[in-house]
C-alpha cells in the first residue's frame, strides 16, 4: 500500500534538528493558528443561539461538543494535516500551489481545465473569507465587555471599527517588528483556553462522555433537521483549517503537525469541553445567560475584563494572519495569470514573502467597516460566516480526489473509500450552510462570484490577447537577418519585453518603423512565470545568441517569487558585455484593445478586460525597472 500512496512533493524536514523544529512550531502557533484558535469566542455560542436555537439539555449540549470533537478530527487532522499536508508543490501548500502541482499531472486531459476553475473559485471565496474573518472575530472578542459592564454594549462597534482601522494602518509597515510578540500572546491565550476549560471539566466529568461518536449520532437520531443545521454552526470550530495547508511552506509540515497535534488542537479541545461543562452543570436561568457568551463566562467574574484583553490581542493577531495571507494569494495569482499586475511593496528586507499590496488592504479594511455597520453583531455575522469556508473546503476535497487518483495513483478501493467519508462530511456542512444564505451568506458568494469574474475575465483576456499578438508576430530570426545590414545602429543595449518566448515584440518592430535606428545590442526579454513555487538558479536564464548583436533571453520565476529584472540581468554573462543600467534602455508595448469583428469574449467581459488592464500596475514598478531608462510604444490588438 505504501508505494502506491506516496505524495509526489518534497519532504521539508531534511536536516532539521528537533530543537529548530520545536522553535518552528512555536513560532507556527503565533501565526497560523490565529483563526481557527478564536473559533471559541463564538462557535459553541452559535450552535444554540443562532438562526435555529437548540435546547439547553444533555442531549443537545453532548451531542454538540461530540460534533465539534469528531469534526476537529475528520476535518483538521486527518484531511488537512494527515493527507493533504503530504501534498507540497515543492515545498508550498495551498490551493493554487495544489492546483498548479495537479495541473502538471493532468493539464493535457479533458478535465484539467475544471481542476483550474475549482481552484480559482476556491480563491474567490478566500476573498469573502478574508473580509469576514476580521470583523467576526474582533467584534467577539469586544463584545465579551458587555460581560463585565452590560451598559457598555453602545461602545462594542466603535471600539471594534476603531481597532480594524488601526489593523489595515498598520499594515503597510509590515509584521517584521510585531511579529515576535505573537508567538508569547498566542501561547498565552492557548494555555488559557486551556485552563478555563479544564477547571469546568474537573467540576463537570460527564462532559467527556461526548467523545463517543454515539451522542452526534443520538443527536442527529432525534432532531434530524435541527441536527443537519446546527452542522451551520459547528463547522465554525475548524474554520481557519485550510491557513495549515496553505501556511506549510514558511513553516514545514512536521513543525505543523507537532504544533497542532501536540499543542493547538489539545486547548481547542479541552476550552470546547469546558464550555460544554459550564452549560451542563448551571440550572435553566444560569445556562440561558452563560450562553449568551459562553467563552468569557468560563472565567471568574473578576479576570473577565483581562480575558477580554487577551481575546482581543488574539483576534487581532488573527485577523493579521488572514489579512496577510490575502497579499500571499493576490501575489500568486498575479503570477500564474488571473490577476493584473498591482502594486507590491516589501515590508522586510530579509523576508521576501512579507509584502503589502496597498489595493488589497484598501479594499478589505472598507469590506470589513461596511460588514461591522450592516450586521451590527458577531452572531449576525456567524451567518455570513462559514459559506465560504466550506465552500473552500468542498472545492479542496474534489482536488483531493484528483490528487489520490491521477497523481498518487491510489488503488480505487483505498481512495474511494476515504474520498466518500470526506465528500458527505465536507458535502454536509456546506450544505447546511447554504440555509444561512438569506441570513448573510449570500455575502461571500457575492464576493466569490464578483472574484471569480475578475480572475477568469483576466486569465481568459490576456490568453486572447497573446494568441492575437502570436498570429501577426514575425519570428525573431528572421527580422534579426533582415534587419543586421539594413537599419543604422547606434550604441547601448535596448531590452524589448515581450510576452510569449516566440516572436518579435511589437515595440521593436514599431521602434524599427519610426525611429528606424536598433541598437548595437537588441535583447528580447520574455518573464515566464511557472506552475512551481521556486525556480533552481541553475534553471533561471535561457539565452539564444541571433548573432550581430541579436539575443533573446528567458527569464524563469516561481509563482512565489519576485521578478527584479534588474537584478537577474547583472547575473547574466552570455549575452557578450555585462549589463550596464546607465546605458540600457527598455522598450515596453502598451496594448489598446478593440472589440474584434468575432470577438472572444461577451462584449461585457471585454470591456472589463480593458478597464483592468489601464489600471493595471506598471511594468516599470512590477519588474523593478529603473524609471528613467523606460520607454513605452503603443498599438492596438482586436480580441
Request: charged share 15%.
Amino acid at each position: 500500500m505504501s508505494n502506491d500512496i506516496e505524495p509526489s512533493g518534497h519532504g521539508d524536514e531534511a536536516g532539521r534538528t528537533p530543537s529548530a523544529k520545536v522553535k518552528m512550531a512555536a513560532a507556527a502557533v503565533g501565526i497560523v493558528f490565529g483563526d481557527i484558535g478564536t473559533s471559541p469566542l463564538y462557535a459553541f455560542r452559535e450552535t444554540f443561539v443562532g438562526p435555529h436555537p437548540l435546547a439547553l439539555d444533555d442531549l443537545h449540549i453532548l451531542g454538540v461538543v461530540s460534533l465539534i470533537f469528531w469534526s476537529m478530527t475528520l476535518v483538521v487532522s486527518i484531511q488537512y494535516v494527515a493527507i493533504l499536508m503530504r501534498a507540497d508543490n515543492k515545498g508550498q501548500g495551498g490551493t493554487l500551489a495544489l492546483v498548479a502541482m495537479i495541473s502538471r499531472y493532468i493539464k493535457k486531459s479533458s478535465y484539467g481545465w475544471l481542476t483550474v476553475m475549482l481552484g480559482v473559485f476556491a480563491t474567490a471565496l478566500f476573498y469573502g473569507d478574508s473580509m469576514i474573518t476580521p470583523a467576526v472575530s474582533v467584534l467577539s472578542a469586544v463584545e465579551g465587555l458587555t460581560v463585565v459592564e452590560s451598559r457598555l454594549a453602545p461602545l462594542v462597534i466603535p471600539i471594534a471599527l476603531v481597532l480594524l482601522v488601526l489593523l489595515f494602518i498598520l499594515q503597510k509597515r509590515g509584521t517584521a517588528r510585531i511579529s515576535t510578540l505573537f508567538a508569547p500572546i498566542m501561547v498565552i491565550y492557548f494555555v488559557t483556553l486551556a485552563i478555563l476549560g479544564i477547571v469546568h471539566i474537573v467540576q463537570m466529568p460527564e462532559v467527556l462522555f461526548a467523545l463517543n461518536p454515539w451522542y452526534a449520532v443520538q443527536f442527529f437520531m432525534t432532531d434530524k433537521m435541527l441536527g443537519f443545521l446546527a452542522l451551520g454552526s459547528v463547522v465554525l470550530a475548524v474554520t481557519g483549517s485550510e491557513a495549515l495547508y496553505a501556511d506549510m511552506g514558511h513553516f514545514g509540515r512536521g513543525p505543523l503537525r507537532l504544533s497542532w497535534f501536540g499543542f493547538v488542537m489539545p486547548c481547542l479541545l479541552l476550552n470546547y469541553f469546558g464550555q460544554g461543562a459550564m452549560i451542563l452543570s448551571l440550572g435553566d436561568a444560569g445556562a440561558a445567560e452563560a450562553i449568551q457568551s459562553p467563552f468569557f463566562f468560563l472565567a471568574p467574574e473578576a479576570l473577565r475584563l483581562p480575558l477580554v484583553f487577551l481575546a482581543t490581542a488574539a483576534t487581532f493577531i488573527a485577523s493579521q494572519a488572514v489579512i496577510t495571507g490575502a497579499y500571499s494569494i493576490t501575489h500568486q495569482a498575479i503570477q500564474l495569470g488571473f490577476v493584473p499586475r498591482l502594486s507590491i511593496l516589501h515590508t522586510s528586507e530579509t523576508e521576501q514573502g512579507q509584502i503589502y499590496i496597498p489595493l488589497v488592504n484598501w479594499l478589505l479594511m472598507i469590506a470589513v467597516i461596511i460588514l461591522v455597520l450592516f450586521f451590527r453583531n458577531s452572531s449576525n455575522l456567524a451567518s455570513a460566516y462559514g459559506i465560504a469556508v466550506t465552500g473552500a473546503m468542498l472545492i479542496d476535497t474534489c482536488l483531493m480526489a484528483v490528487l489520490l487518483m491521477a497523481v498518487w495513483k491510489w488503488r480505487w478501493w483505498y481512495a474511494i473509500p476515504v474520498m466518500l467519508v470526506f465528500f458527505i462530511v465536507d458535502g454536509a456542512y456546506f450544505a447546511a450552510n447554504f440555509t444561512k444564505v438569506p441570513d448573510g451568506g449570500w455575502f461571500p458568494l457575492l464576493i466569490g462570484a464578483i472574484a471569480f469574474t475578475l480572475l477568469t475575465t483576466w486569465a481568459k483576456g490576456r490568453k486572447l490577447m497573446r494568441a492575437r499578438m502570436a498570429e501577426v508576430g514575425l519570428p525573431l530570426d528572421i527580422f534579426a537577418k533582415s534587419g543586421r545590414n539594413s537599419t543604422a545602429r547606434v550604441p547601448g543595449t535596448a531590452i524589448f519585453m515581450n510576452s510569449g518566448s516566440s516572436g518579435t515584440p511589437s515595440a521593436l518592430l514599431h521602434n524599427i518603423k519610426h525611429n528606424k535606428v536598433l541598437h548595437e545590442r537588441v535583447v528580447v526579454l520574455t518573464v515566464s512565470i511557472g506552475d512551481i513555487p521556486y525556480v533552481d538558479e541553475q534553471d533561471r536564464v535561457e539565452v539564444k545568441d541571433y548573432g550581430d548583436g541579436f539575443y533573446r533571453v528567458i527569464l524563469r520565476y516561481g509563482f512565489m517569487e519576485e521578478t527584479d529584472i534588474p537584478a537577474a540581468l547583472t547575473q547574466i554573462d552570455m549575452c557578450g558585455e555585462p549589463f550596464d543600467m546607465m546605458n540600457t534602455s527598455f522598450f515596453l508595448s502598451r496594448q489598446t484593445l478593440l472589440a474584434a469583428e468575432k470577438p472572444g469574449m461577451m462584449i461585457w467581459r471585454e470591456k472589463l478586460f480593458a478597464w483592468m488592464m489601464r489600471n493595471a500596475a506598471t511594468p516599470m514598478d512590477f519588474f523593478r525597472l529603473p524609471t528613467n531608462r523606460v520607454v513605452e510604444l503603443g498599438s492596438q490588438i482586436a480580441i
